[in-house]
Structure formats: C-alpha cells, structure tokens
C-alpha cells in the first residue's frame, strides 16, 4: 500500500484554478536567465574560488546574503548565518616516503606517487620504522561478515587498503551491495576505521574506477590546506599520517613484498580473507601549521502557514578550493559547475516559493553549507546542531555538481531506493515527460559524497537527483562522453568556468522547476516520508521518533 505521502500530483497542477495558479507562476519566476547570471557570477574570478578562510567566502556570502534578502528569505532563527568553528592544517611532507622491503629500499614520489597530511595538530608528524601490514579494504562491517582487521593488531603500524568494496565490479548484490558503493568504501570510512583500530598510518591504494576520479583530484585536494572541525582532543585518536598511493606504486612496492599486487587483490574480495603483514617498514614525516577560525552556513526560509516547525531543507554548497598559488597560469579553482549551477538551481527555487501568494503550511529552507569540499564539513556541523528539530525535519533536496549540457529526458537518481521521495520524484517527472533513472556508476559513492548525506546519516530523508544521463537532444551516449570530459578534465580544477559560447543551462531550469514541485507537495502535506525496506537510515529515523517522544 502507497504510503500517504505519495498523493498525485496531477491534483495539485490539474485539479482547478486555485491549484494551477500559484504552481503556473512559480514556474515563471523560474528563469534560464536568471540561472545564467548567477552562474557567470558565481563562477567569476571576484569569488576567489569561493574558499572558506579567504576574502572568497566573505565575498560569497555577501553576496548569497544579498540574494536571500532580495528573494524574501527570513533569517533563521535572527540570523542567516550559522557559524562553524574549524581549524585549517596546512603540511609540508618529505619529497620521498621510503620503505624497508626484503629486497631492499624502495622511494615514492610525492605527487607523482603520494600524497599524504595529517588532521594532528601538532608541529611535527612522522611514520619512524613503522611495520607494514596489507589490511585489504581496510572494512570492519558486521553486518556483512567482514573484518580486515581480523586476527592482527595494528597498533603503531601503517596499514595498506584498497578503495571501494570487496563487491566492486560485481553484479551479487547479496555480497555487500554488488556495484554500488557502500559507505564502507569511502576513504573517509577507511580513515576513521584505521584510527580505531590504533594504526599510526593509513596508505589507500587509488584506482580512478573504484574511487570514483582520476588521481588530479585526489592530488589537488592533498596539495591546498585542509580544513576540519575543530576537534576537542587535536585529533590526537586520528592515524598521524593518512594518505594515497597510486596503483603503479602499490605495484613496485608489493613486488617487492614478493606479492602480484593483482592477485593480492582479488584474495582481498574474498570471504576469509585475513591481513598480511609484510616484511617491510615505512620512514615518514612532515612539518605541520595550524590556525583556528570560524566559516559560516548561510541560511534563509519561508515560514510555514500552519506548521512552521516543519520544515523542507533545499541544500547546496557554496564552497569550491579557492586559490592554488603554485600553479602557473589560471590559479583559481571558479567551480562554475561545482558548485554554482546547483547554488543557482537552488536560488531559483527560492524565487519560486517567494512567488506564492499563500505559503505553504511547512516552512522551507534554502541551505547553503560550508567546506563540502573539505569533507562535507558544513552540513555536519549543522546536522548535530540543527536551526530545526530534526524529527521535524521533512526531507533534504541537495543537489551538486549539475552538468551545463541542455535539457534532459532523464532523472538520475543518486542512492535510488532508499526512501518513499524517489516514488514522488517519479510521478512528478512523469508530468515533466522524463523517467527517473538510478545512477549507473553506483560504484563511485555519490550518496556519501556530497551534503544530504550528514541529514541521511541521522535519519532524515534526503534526495540526491538531477538531469545528467539522456540528451533530450543528441541522446544517451552523447550525454555520457559529456560527462566523461568533464570528470576527467574539469572536476577540481581551474577549468571549470562559466563558457556562454558552449554551456546551456535549460536542463537546469528544469530540474528546478521539477524540484520547486516536488518540494511544494512536501510542505503542503500532512505526512513524512520514509525510508525503504533495505535501507541503512531507516532504522536510525525509528530510533530518533522513539527517542523524541515522551
């Protein structure tokens, strides 16, 4: 039986004049060229590639200020902003990371073949004859059965793992979940589980496939200062050095193990597979600076008529990587795409809700978060100190990273069959003639990837959708070498700028326009929605209500 949410659409759009009207003219205050203008500015040099810290982040929220206020959004709760204490950790790592190997010395480069930092905040860093142990994906997951740190203590060594999921390239999906990535196979996991089992370091092998991008993206964001929550303990519990290789290294390094680094892999994906420690140890350390500051969420909203308390939460990150001034040439990372398409579809559906006549009986919040860049950083720190409860908290809408391609036929659905918002999402695409299709790269994690995830994680249903896979114009495969160029050539770096002679921004007018109605049928209505059968947050949203009430 449909859950009570799911109530059609065609209600709402057809069902009489006192419907059609407000809808009619929301989707008029929907613009391509108001789209168009907020990207280029956006997307600009003036924004200094919009990092938080810099001028650039001054300058954006002004400017994102400026725009709620013209739009009509009320600050939340006094104020449109959110401040979020952080620290930023810039190192200076040795040119060479040396290891011990039974058949003698071996030397990675940094940035040819490594790279590595440290969240510790302390002045000095080092791996000092560190043991080596293989520790396959690095996982420690219950429910699956799987524990790569089975059997062996990793207290003080340095740990190798593999990026993804033993279930990478598979179609089982009994065996993890197949080809879609689980949370497991974030570096940011595999981090986190290294410290808990008490490694000094973390090396993860990188594959462009399995870790979802090339290894420029893993580089510039090693090589740029990194930002983190202000922690209580310095992160002292962290590795002391958490870091990539590239798979040619992780090849000459284990041959030199006397391992077949391919067959030591596939041994990895097996069920029964124990950690190997290796005949070697590592030499390592770095030079560290921190400084402590605050960066800001900005935040505006339309009260609810009858249950302002209930809210709908559209989000998109306004942060990019600033400024890298060791780069010859262009140094400015504009992210155009990442993130201003997705800052202008989110304004634009602002424009919409303002242009109502008679508010919704929910309230709608329009959130831009900080530092996604630096680990969706933003969007945590307001997911534990949330402007509303989040038991009231109808669903998340993010979006990111919104290719500038035309119109689409489709509805890519990141992370789809997780919550009742996908059966919404389909009805109201049927009225936009699209269909709603479930990402075909699973494997590369996007639903833990960006800011819906942190509102996911404490049970609140968050959608990750837009247009990107079928060209209303030249088709599926065109679509797809699209998106291609752009991960391989403009994701994380300077390249992503606004070009008017080669970007068309309907297919994003679009998305908006969908989205502005799937929001509005939210906060019209009286029911939450739910996370599916199967679903890993369904259990934490029972166990939040069970918690809230008396």
């Given at each position: ?11 709402l759009i057809l069902g009489g004049c006192t419907q ?121 997951a219950p429910q699956y059965n799987w524990n790569d ?240 409860p989040l038991t009231k908290t109808v669903a998340n ?154």
């Amino acid at each position: 039986m449909r859950h009570l949410l799911i109530v059609s659409l065609a209600a709402l759009i057809l069902g009489g004049c006192t419907q059609e009207q407000p809808v009619s003219k929301a989707m008029k205050a929907i613009d391509v060229e108001d789209i168009r203008e907020e990207v280029q500015t956006l997307g600009s040099d003036r924004f200094l590639g919009r990092k938080p810290f810099t001028k650039g982040e001054t300058l954006t929220l002004d400017y994102l200020e400026k725009k709620f206020r013209q739009i009509g959004l009320k600050p939340v709760k006094g104020s449109y902003y959110q401040r979020v204490p952080m620290v930023e950790v810039s190192v200076d790592p040795q040119e060479q990371m040396r290891f011990d190997t039974p058949q003698g010395e071996v030397r990675l480069d940094y940035r040819d073949e490594f790279v590595a930092f440290s969240r510790r905040l302390t002045e000095q860093v080092q791996l000092e004859d560190s043991p080596l142990v293989f520790a396959g994906y690095g996982i420690v997951a219950p429910q699956y059965n799987w524990n790569d740190y089975q059997g062996i203590d990793v207290e003080g060594k340095t740990v190798v793992v593999l990026v993804n999921d033993p279930g990478y390239g598979l179609q089982d999906t009994s065996f993890f979940k197949g080809n879609a990535m689980t949370y497991y196979g974030r570096w940011t996991y595999k981090y986190e589980e290294a410290a808990r089992q008490g490694a000094s370091g973390i090396i993860i092998v990188h594959k462009s496939g399995p870790a979802g991008y090339p290894w420029n993206v893993v580089l510039n964001g090693a090589v740029v200062p990194k930002l983190y929550l202000k922690p209580e303990n310095g992160y002292q519990s962290r590795c002391a050095v958490e870091g990539w290789i590239t798979t040619d290294a992780a090849r000459k390094l284990f041959n030199r193990f006397g391992y077949g680094f391919d067959g030591l892999k596939r041994q990895a994906g097996q069920p029964g597979f124990k950690p190997r420690e290796l005949d070697g140890r590592v030499h390592f350390e770095m030079t560290s600076q921190h400084r402590f500051a605050e960066s800001r969420n900005i935040m505006g909203y339309i009260p609810g008529r009858e249950r302002p308390d209930e809210v709908v939460i559209y989000s998109a990150h306004w942060d990019h990587l600033g400024v890298d001034p060791t780069l010859e040439g262009d140094s400015i990372y504009n992210g155009a795409v990442d993130n201003g398409t997705s800052l202008a579809w989110m304004l634009e559906i602002a424009e919409g809700f303002a242009s109502l006549e008679k508010r919704p009986a929910r309230s709608v919040m329009f959130f831009a978060p900080t530092a996604e860049e630096q680990g969706l950083l933003g969007s945590k720190y307001y997911a534990e100190h949330p402007r509303f409860p989040l038991t009231k908290t109808v669903a998340n809408i993010n979006n990111d990273l919104m290719l500038p391609y035309g119109r689409y036929k489709d509805v890519m659905v990141t992370g789809y069959g997780q919550s009742t918002l996908d059966d919404l999402l389909a009805e109201a695409a049927a009225r936009h003639d699209r269909y709603i299709y479930p990402d075909p790269n699973p494997q590369t994690g996007m639903y833990y990837r960006s800011d819906h995830f942190p509102f996911a994680q404490k049970g609140v249903p968050a959608l990750f959708a837009r247009g990107n896979c079928h060209s209303r114009e030249h088709g599926k495969e065109w679509a797809r070498q699209k998106e291609q160029f752009w991960l391989e050539n403009r994701y994380h770096d300077p390249s992503d700028e606004y070009n008017p002679q080669t970007w068309d921004l309907r297919g994003i007018r679009d998305d908006a326009r969908l989205f502005f109605e799937v929001g509005y049928e939210l906060a019209r209505s009286q029911s939450f929605p739910r996370w599916k059968e199967g679903s890993e947050f369904k259990k934490v949203r029972q166990r939040m209500i069970q918690q809230s009430q008396p």
